[in-house]
């Protein structure tokens, strides 16, 4: 079947630019000009962000309720979400041993959880592109919480490279180097940095993707390292953003 196109009339006087008037053709002329003002007012967004899923954060989740977290921190840069770190119950090896974190639990939207790998999550809604950087300290080795504590002498704990995540072009994304963690919590060590002019929106900081999202976040444990069976050893970790990359 033939397709037959048509141009409509209203075309035809679009690109002729005369009138007539009985029969004369008169060019037209502007009848005058006025303008008109355009105008906007930005105010800062101090409200917390939500996390969102690291390996799809198009999708919100929520903490899980049987391990509490402490609330992402407010205000136009925020630190929105941070994983706990479990290694759960590990048999004693004779030798020196490297034990990896279990994955993140947290809630789909549907209320359902789902295993995620441990991340971090910042937010730059701040508008100035000025870059940031995010830090962790380890507050201390791990040790249990006995009158007379057993410290786990030596341990370390490190991470993987954080793979960045976004909705935004990932051309924004922020850079990691792979971290082990100062154990007596001297020093800090930088987790992701982002530039100028990058790390705007809400950024996720994997430890590990795909295959190796199981290994992102690992404890090594030396031979002679002392360890009491059925005592949990514990320490905490500081994460400090701070609103320039340097």
């Known amino acids: ?114 295993s995620v790998p441990n991340y971090a999550q910042v937010t730059d809604k701040r508008g100035l592109n000025l870059g940031w950087k995010l830090s962790v300290k380890q507050d201390g080795q791990f040790a249990t919480s006995d009158s007379t504590p057993a410290v786990l002498e030596n341990a370390t704990l490190s991470f993987l490279p954080a793979i960045p995540n976004s909705t935004q072009l990932l051309s924004l994304a922020p850079v990691s180097l792979p971290v082990t963690l100062d154990p007596v919590g001297d020093a800090t060590s930088r987790v992701a940095t982002a530039a100028l002019s990058t790390g705007m929106g809400t950024w996720t900081l994997a430890f590990g993707t795909g295959p190796t999202a199981a290994q992102g976040v690992q404890l090594t444990v030396p031979t002679a390292t002392k360890k009491v069976a059925s005592s949990q050893y514990k320490t905490t970790l500081t994460w400090i953003l701070d609103d320039t990359p340097l």
């Not at 101090?46 to 999708?59: A, L, R, W």
């Not at 034990?99 to 939207?109: G, I, M, R, T």
């Open 1 to 114: 079947m033939k397709k037959v196109f048509f141009i409509s009339s209203v075309l035809a006087v679009a690109v002729i630019p005369t009138i007539f008037l009985s029969g004369t053709a008169v060019e037209a002329a502007q009848a005058g000009t006025i303008k008109s003002n355009a105008d906007i007012t930005f105010s800062l967004d101090n409200s917390i962000t939500s996390p969102v899923n690291p390996t799809d954060p198009s999708q919100p989740v929520t903490p899980n309720p049987d391990d509490p977290h402490q609330p992402g921190t407010a205000g136009p840069l925020s630190i929105d979400y941070v994983s706990n770190i479990h290694f759960g119950t590990q048999q004693i090896k004779p030798g020196s041993a490297t034990y990896y974190a279990q994955l993140d639990q947290v809630k789909n939207s549907g209320g359902n959880l789902i």
